[in-house]
């Protein structure tokens, strides 16, 4: 198991006790879980609940047959 040494301005460790006597953890464990949080190579499950949310976009034939999209004329270089 690897050890770190951090040095913190008072006022950031009297931040990271706080949040860790809230989460019920020791300060070690209280770092490693914003350690694996902040280098997780998935996506939260709040992204993965996203899926099929929404429909598909329309493709660009179906958008340029709507009466209402018209496209904008284009600037000469």
Known sequence: MSQITLYLD???AARMK???EAEGLSQ???VVKLIHQ???AEWPSSVALLAGAWGDLPDPVSLREDECASD???ESL
């Open 72 to 74: 904008v004329r284009r």
């Open 28 to 30: 070690s464990k209280w």
């Open 10 to 12: 008072d006022e950031t």
């Open 38 to 40: 902040k280098t997780t």
């Open 18 to 20: 706080a949040a860790a």
